[in-house]
């Protein structure tokens, strides 16, 4: 029996969400890396919308066979990207419109690490871009999720004391980056 639009958007979005939480570590901190340089949620939700935008490029350009992402590359521009990011926490401390170019490179470069993900199941077939959409749907809701999270667990209480860069946003980003450099490290040299 096919598959109706209905059951693919569930199954789809379910898939995406599922990408980020809680199977997305590297997607989770590359969130939080966009979030703690400034926790506006709106300018958040505007820097993740752009990501969205490009991964949904390139992963639908890969799900179609248009390019061929070569895992091997792929992975460690995602940990260079986390690791970007958070480094840039630790020397900027304001949002730049630039900021917005370079998160919708990395987007390009997480969307064909999406489609290394869900290259197993695919998209379907008899409905590709309503697969496309509702997954990209699910990672952007789960992306929400972690935004709104950190927002309520930290940025809401302590954004706006004095000592919140010093304190919060250089150690995390730390934390982050160095996560992200033995990520890095590792998908270069060790993967398998």
């Known amino acids: ?14 898939l995406g969400y599922v990408h980020v939480i809680p199977s997305g570590f590297d997607h989770i901190l590359f969130i939080l890396g966009i979030f703690l340089l400034n926790s506006c949620i709106r300018s958040v939700i505007i820097q993740c919308s752009v990501f969205t935008l490009a991964h949904s490029i390139t992963l639908g350009l890969a799900a179609s066979s248009f390019i061929l992402p070569d895992p091997k590359i792929v992975e460690p521009l995602i940990a260079a990207s986390i690791l970007f990011v958070a480094i840039e926490n630790i020397f900027r401390n304001k949002v ?8 919708f490179f990395f987007g390009l470069i997480h969307g064909m690490g999406f489609a290394n993900a869900i290259k197993g199941i695919g998209l379907s077939a008899n409905h590709f871009v ?3 959409l509702f997954f990209n749907l699910g990672v952007e809701f789960g992306q929400i999720n972690v935004i709104m999270a950190a927002y309520f667990l930290i940025a809401k209480w302590l954004s706006q004391k004095q000592w919140y860069q010093s304190r919060v946003v250089y150690p995390l980003s730390s934390l982050i980056a160095c996560i992200a450099l033995y990520w890095t490290i590792e998908r270069l040299f060790f993967a398998v």
Do not use: Q, W
């Not at 029996?1 to 379910?14: I, P, Q, R």
């Not at 730049?96 to 998160?103: C, G, K, N, T, W």
């Open 1 to 14: 029996m096919e598959s109706t639009l209905v059951d693919v958007a569930a199954d789809y979005f379910k």
């Open 96 to 103: 730049y419109p630039s900021r917005l170019a370079v998160i």
């Open 130 to 132: 309503g697969s496309l």
